[in-house]
């Protein structure tokens, strides 16, 4: 068993990251950081114990490790890689209910939450987040920081690169490569290819703008924005 979980961020998303870790028991305790400490001092069932900036300030040691609870792609990858810059341990969160395949491959800061089937051959990048029963089939490649919303449906040798969010209930059939910083509209079917940084909805998807700058505060700062 693991010491401490330390989540970065307090927010919705990351009561839910909490509540998945203690499902796990992996860890023996929770904390979380935020920039709402000390005027809040519970998330939850979670104690808030300080700021993000005490956490950067702080010695990384091995009895400490990290998840980013935030929902915003471009920010959960940045202060990411800045904390395993600084030589911190990502930890990597799959509920006790997910079905994941033995010949499957998580990168360190994943999130996979309940009910979530990931099959063999699939590959996905650090600090992405597979939510509520999605589904991602044989041979998929997700790039870093990719968020599959609940109840998403991708199918074989699907490719996706960095930052890309699937809405929920959207389906990407066999063989579709979509780009970095695209937005997939909840309950849209994609038929063919999309490019980087761009909004597609619909069924069939089309592509209606280009995708929004969705973060624009630093990578030391963090206020309850999680998703």
Not at 28 to 56: A, C, K, M, N, R
Not at 181 to 195: C, N, R
Request: with cysteine; aromatic share 4%.
């Amino acid at each position: 068993m693991n010491p401490t979980l330390a989540v970065i961020g307090a927010g919705g998303h990351a009561r839910v990251i909490a509540d998945t870790a203690r499902e796990t028991g992996e860890w023996e305790h929770i904390e979380f950081y935020d920039d709402t400490w000390p005027q809040e001092s519970f998330s939850g069932d979670w104690p808030l114990v300080g700021q993000l900036q005490d956490l950067l300030n702080t010695q990384p040691r091995d009895s400490l490790q990290l998840i980013v609870a935030s929902g915003d792609n471009q920010r959960r990858h940045a202060l990411q890689s800045r904390l395993e810059g600084l030589g911190w341990i990502m930890a990597t969160l799959i509920h006790p209910d997910a079905c994941i395949s033995s010949g499957a491959t998580l990168e360190p800061g994943c999130i996979v939450m309940a009910g979530v089937v990931i099959n063999f051959g699939v590959t996905i990048g650090a600090a992405s987040i597979i939510n509520t029963r999605a589904s991602v089939d044989h041979d998929c490649y997700l790039g870093n920081a990719v968020h599959i919303s609940p109840g998403a449906t991708l199918c074989g040798k699907v490719c996706i690169g960095d930052r890309t969010w699937v809405g929920a209930g959207a389906v990407v059939v066999q063989n579709i490569r979509m780009g970095s910083d695209s937005i997939i509209g909840a309950g849209a079917t994609v038929l063919e290819d999309i490019p980087d940084d761009v909004v597609a909805v619909g069924c069939p998807a089309r592509q209606i703008k280009s995708a929004p700058c969705v973060s624009r505060k630093p990578a030391n700062s963090l206020r309850q924005d999680s998703k």
